[in-house]
């Protein structure tokens, strides 16, 4: 793949110096920005998001200091109580927060049944949007309010091979797709990028989910040169322009 630059548009900041909950009897291990760094130093990453996983609950101490180190060009995916005042989403926002996680495969984030009315206050009050982790073959009962909500992503290509149309059926509607994730997928990756970008090219962004956490194997830099070879003339928004007007970077 030829050096381009690239917005990571998914992946994690663990650092043990902030609070860690464990799910499931797991802890991750430590990957902070330093390390983060020296993973991604080939890879000309110019920017990114840092998403909240669900080890981190609904403590912001570690993504607020991450965004602090990082810089200019990276944003965060906060999780936040569904009854968080306006006042303190606007202050998470003028901090580079730019999205809310619903973490529905592993909790740790507000529930599903805060999502639509969360959805709309967070996006009224300062302009941020939602990003879910969750199996696409549970999208059809959410579908309906998910395509109703002014701006939504799924990550890790909706995970599952059956729940591919139920996606797509959403990047219809305008739901973006994190192309992240390769080892923890069930599903044909080049098949489901295609997928994706004959329906809305512009809804695909692509990204490390550094560390894998979880992940049957982790994220390899071969995995960025699969979405190269699948993007064609779509590369440049894939790797970075969807990503970066979506974060509004």
Known sequence: ??????????????????????????LPGEFTVQQYRERTAALDVVGGAVVSGSFQG??????LDALAQLGPG???VAQIPHDLPDEEVVRLAE???RGVR????????AGVEHLDALARRIHQVAGMHIELHVDARDLPELAGTLAALPAVSVDHLGLHADGLPHLLELVERGV???ATGFGRVELDVPQALRAVLNVDPTA?????????TRA????ADTDLRLVAEVAGEHLDGVMYGNAAAFYRV
């Open 1 to 26: 793949m030829d050096t381009r630059p690239f917005f990571d548009a998914h992946f994690h900041v663990i650092d043990s110096r902030f609070p860690l909950f464990e799910r499931d009897g797991y």
């Open 204 to 212: 695909l962004m692509a990204g490390t989910d550094l560390p894998s």
């Open 176 to 178: 973006r797709v994190k």
């Open 58 to 63: 609904f403590d912001q101490s570690c993504l």
């Open 216 to 219: 049957r194997r982790p994220f």
């Open 102 to 109: 619903f973490n529905l495969r592993r909790g740790g984030s």
């Open 95 to 97: 901090r580079g927060v």
């Open 74 to 76: 990276f944003v965060g």
